[in-house]
């Protein structure tokens, strides 16, 4: 099965320009230094599991894990 690729991504000198900047920003937030150097290497037609693996990703989101976790239904079911 051939590697998936990321979604075609053009950018403008300016765009290209504002994502480097954030992807080397000292005081950039760490999320928003990770989207805009992903948004680089898809924009140089980087396999999309080249990207998830340069940045040790997976599919699962943090904080998506569903309603309920499974440890905090336990406890919320332990108190009543």
Do not use: F, H, N
């Not at 999309?48 to 699962?60: F, M, P, V, Y």
């Amino acid at each position: 099965m051939p590697a998936l690729r990321a979604v075609p991504v053009a950018l403008t000198a300016a765009e290209r320009k504002t994502l480097k900047k954030r992807a080397r920003g000292a005081k950039t937030a760490y999320r928003d230094r990770q989207r805009a150097q992903i948004v680089l290497l898809a924009a140089r037609r980087w396999p999309t599991a080249a990207i998830a693996a340069a940045w040790a990703l997976s599919r699962t989101r943090p904080g998506r894990a569903g309603r309920c976790a499974p440890v905090r239904a336990a406890a919320a079911d332990q108190r009543g």
